[in-house]
């Protein structure tokens, strides 16, 4: 039996912009709206409107939360403080990344956990399974939340002309309540583009009315609604692992070059952490391969699967690939042998359909904003 698709709360009126729309990770989501490319560059110069609904937040509180969390996940939320967010990791306990997440601490005893779409119900189920014996309550609150992006240099004066919260005072990584358009919201300065930008998580009842104020307030500054194609070539370029390319379950932290993210110094056991420390340990002693970025000389664009090359023998493999519009060639992510991942080493192609394409190694990311 096939199930439906779900549909975020702005699914009408992404139909109604003449949305080219695709099943993501079980939802229907907005691909594109018209150019990809122009979607892409809007975020880069000007401003972009993603509907993120299809995220899954789980909210955890209770007097020992912050225990529940440092036993599941890899980091140290002990340190986060209220207001404030934190990068980290669910891994099983052979080390294997789960999902890559956001913490948020919303107030002294409550944390909201946001994990990707197609990992959601797994990390719920995880967390919820982790919980035995602490005093905290796990909730699945992805029906409660609608998540609306604006990424891009003119984020912050659009949003500021729709809320009185202090942007100004939001640091990266940082979320308040307070309230855009009239309407409630958790006001985040996160995003998954590379650029400055704020995610808002609002009731699903009031996503259109936000949708439709934020459009409004950022048509003078270029604002564009924006789809999900557009977020992977922005993400790709920014060098931001995607869950199920760059991590995945057979993979740690340490393989993926990400080991910051787990906290040995964190009071108390976790899951994962005796593989960790072996992974840790392994990463120093016999470097696995390395994540890198690869520009291609021509014109042919690699995709993930594809194996990358030198000297007539397979060194890696590609994780992501595609144009970049920033950069104007193809552009791509790769696993690499150790001895050929350092940035201008010669030599390197992707095998593209039997034809060997060469390819230069370069440092990610591949784009930076300007501070």
């Known amino acids: 039996m096939s199930t439906a698709p779900r549909l975020t709360a702005l699914d009408a009126l992404h139909r109604s912009l003449g949305a080219t729309m695709t099943d993501f990770a079980g939802w229907d989501m907005p691909l594109r709206y018209a150019s990809e490319r122009e979607e892409h560059l809007a975020v880069r110069t ?7 609904s299809h995220m899954g937040e789980i909210t955890v509180t209770g007097p020992a939360a912050v225990d529940l969390l440092n036993f ?7 340190t986060v403080s209220v207001g ?3 990068y980290t990791m669910i891994c099983a306990e052979d080390g294997g990344i789960l999902d890559d997440l956001i913490v948020y601490r919303l107030a002294e005893t409550e944390y909201m956990v946001v994990a990707n779409a197609g990992n959601a119900q797994l990390v719920l189920d995880t967390i919820t399974e982790r919980a035995g014996g602490f005093d905290a309550e796990v909730r699945d609150d992805r029906d409660a939340y609608a998540l609306l992006a604006v990424q891009g240099p003119e984020s912050p004066a659009i949003l500021a002309a729709v809320t009185d919260a202090d942007l100004d005072g939001l640091k990266y990584y940082a979320g308040l309540p307070g309230t855009v358009a009239g309407v409630p919201a958790l006001i985040a300065r996160t995003g998954y583009t590379g650029e400055d930008g704020f995610e808002l998580f609002v009731a699903p009842g009031h996503a259109e009315q936000l949708w439709r104020v934020l459009t409004e307030a950022g048509a003078s500054r270029g604002l564009i609604p924006c789809g999900l194609s557009c977020r992977d070539t922005l993400r790709l370029e920014a060098g931001m692992p995607l869950y199920g390319h760059e991590l995945t379950t057979s993979l740690t932290p340490f ?15 976790f899951v994962g952490r005796k593989a960790l420390e072996s992974a840790a340990e392994r990463a120093e002693t016999a470097p696995p391969r390395k994540l890198v970025g690869l520009v291609a000389e021509g014109r042919r664009v690699p995709r993930a699967g594809f194996p990358v090359v030198a000297g007539g023998q397979v060194i890696g493999e590609v994780t992501s690939g595609a144009p970049s519009p920033t950069l104007g060639k193809p552009i791509a992510m790769a696993y690499v042998d150790a001895a050929h991942a350092t940035p201008g080493t010669e030599g390197v192609a992707v095998d593209i359909r039997g034809s060997h394409e060469p390819y230069e190694v370069v440092a990610l990311p591949f784009y930076k ?3």
Do not use: P, Q, S, T
């Not at 000007?46 to 993120?52: N, T």
């Not at 599941?72 to 002990?78: D, E, K, R, S, T």
């Not at 393989?255 to 056991?269: P, S, T």
């Open 46 to 52: 000007k401003a972009g409107l993603f509907d993120l």
């Open 72 to 78: 599941a996940l890899v980091g140290n939320i002990g």
């Open 369 to 371: 904003r300007r501070k």
């Open 84 to 86: 404030r967010a934190r």
């Open 255 to 269: 393989d993926a070059g990400l080991g910051r993210v787990v906290k040995f110094e964190k009071e108390g056991d």
